[in-house]
């Protein structure tokens, strides 16, 4: 069946970074597009990078990581990755990976089919 988890949380301090994976097991993550969400205490959950199945074609951030976030993907290893940098602490929050219904990269979370169980990130000042 398919399942989603992710790994790599934890605390940090504000300017460090964390570097988020998501093992994929019963299908292939090549043939899916993918999305990275969080969802902090008493808040909605919310997108944060999304990418493409054809992993060069398309990425897609929330402006409040873009230049500090990237979403990259290794096929042969059916995982994926979130690497943050320059965390502030706004970015607390558990993180996590879902694979989207469609053909496209969207903001939208009834837009994804599968969610992994999230991982805890903690920014500290």
């Known amino acids: 069946q398919v399942q989603l988890v992710e790994s790599g949380g934890g605390l940090v301090q504000a300017g460090g970074s964390l570097t988020l994976s998501c093992e994929a097991s019963?299908?292939?993550?090549?043939?899916?597009?993918m999305g990275w969400f969080r969802q902090a205490p008493g808040a909605e959950r919310e997108f944060v990078a999304g990418?493409?199945?054809?992993?060069?074609?398309?990425?897609r951030y929330r402006d409040s990581v873009k230049g500090r976030f990237t979403i990259s993907r290794d096929n042969a290893k059916n995982t994926m990755y979130l690497q943050m940098n320059s965390l502030k602490t706004e970015d607390t929050a558990v993180y996590y990976c879902a694979r989207a219904k469609g053909d496209g990269v969207t903001t939208y979370v009834q837009n994804y089919d599968y969610w992994g169980q999230g991982t805890q990130v903690t920014v500290s000042s």
């Open positions: 019963g299908f292939s993550l090549e043939s899916y597009n």
């Open positions: 990418q493409h199945y054809m992993s060069n074609s398309f990425t």
